[in-house]
């Protein structure tokens, strides 16, 4: 058995306990159109766990190690990509959002806010232009090293949406995971739509 094959074991073991711990806190979001994810309607063909943290959702099918959908909605301008912070003056350089980013800066922000969480090797590939609903974004597809050396693969979505920012990242293991969910993941990604605003 390789050493990858040996890590991605242990790994889908702590993310079923995680799972399992997490349960309680998530809820069944079944196939199909989900319309209540801070005012967008998503198109799914799988079923995940919706697991509510505060001021995003992560979604996952077999545990967080294994596969995960972070929806990161409503980032102020200053305010970390990922909602981890907001900016500082010691630190002007940091993954804050600015409202009017190019597409390729906004890319590179996020990238950088993915390496800040301790991924190793972060590149990206496939980098695109995308209308969502009729508002201009950005898609791309992310490989990166988990700090326990396991190689994950993934896509990301991001649109900037009344001066705010939101993205959907997406990873799971290169070995399995992600080559069983990235065609279904893509189209859900690309899927999203905007809750009608009553007048």
């Not at 939101?166 to 290169?174: C, G, N, R, S």
């Amino acid at each position: 058995m390789s050493v990858n094959c040996v890590r991605l074991f242990f790994l889908a073991f702590a993310a079923a306990l995680l799972s399992a711990c997490a349960s309680s806190g998530g809820r069944l979001q079944k196939a199909g159109t989900a319309a209540d994810v801070y005012g967008m309607v998503i198109q799914s063909d799988l079923n995940w766990s919706r697991i509510k943290l505060p001021r995003q959702e992560l979604w996952t099918i077999d545990g967080p190690g294994l596969n995960s959908l972070n929806i990161l909605p409503d980032t102020k301008p200053g305010e970390h990509v990922f909602h981890l912070a907001k900016e500082r003056k010691s630190r002007p350089d940091g993954p804050w959002f600015r409202a009017g980013m190019r597409p390729d800066e906004l890319r590179d922000v996020i990238l950088d806010a993915i390496r800040e969480q301790g991924w190793a090797d972060v590149e990206s590939s496939n980098f695109r232009p995308h209308g969502f609903s009729g508002t201009a974004g950005i898609r791309f597809d992310v490989r990166q090293t988990s700090p326990e050396g396991l190689r994950y693969q993934g896509s990301v979505g991001a649109f900037e949406r009344n001066g705010r920012l939101t993205v959907l990242y997406w990873k799971a293991p290169e070995e399995y995971y992600y080559g069983r969910d990235e065609k279904a993941v893509n189209r859900l990604i690309d899927s999203i739509g905007f809750t009608p605003v009553s007048p």
